[in-house]
């Protein structure tokens, strides 16, 4: 139904940046918002970043904020997270996710409310 591909994950160096893209197709036109999760080795996967659709309100994780910003381009179906002043515990997997369910607006920041899942991109941040 709906695809998702992440790209752009890499190696760095604190203070660096990196810029991570998250390709949709397929029923993307059922989506209504589109989030970034990461997952570091031994811990659980936290959400990151959201943003709506329709009006590309924007949400972060108060350990981002400040640093991250994400952006959709509805025409394209793809979702982006510009990485700036990072972090070597940034470092994870991190995972683009869909929302096809209308939630009035808001966003879901719990993993068990995304509906679809990307395969993960690896980003290393180097002290």
């Known amino acids: 139904q709906v695809q998702l591909v992440e790209s752009g994950g890499g190696l760095v160096q604190a203070g660096g940046s990196l810029r991570l893209s998250c390709a949709g197709s397929g029923r993307f036109f059922s989506i209504h918002n589109m989030a970034w999760f990461r997952q570091a080795p031994g811990k659980e996967r936290e959400f990151v970043a959201a943003i709506t659709w329709s009006r590309s309100s924007a949400y972060y994780a108060d350990s981002v904020k400040g640093r991250f910003t994400i952006s959709r381009d509805n025409a394209k179906n793809t979702v982006n997270l510009q990485m700036n002043s990072l972090k070597p515990e940034d470092t994870a997997v991190y995972y683009c996710?869909?929302?096809?369910?209308?939630?009035?607006?808001?966003?879901?920041?719990?993993?068990?409310?995304?509906?679809?899942w990307g395969q993960g991109t690896q980003v290393t941040v180097s002290s």
């Open positions: 996710a869909a929302d096809g369910t209308y939630r009035g607006g808001t966003y879901a920041a719990l993993s068990t409310e995304y509906d679809y």
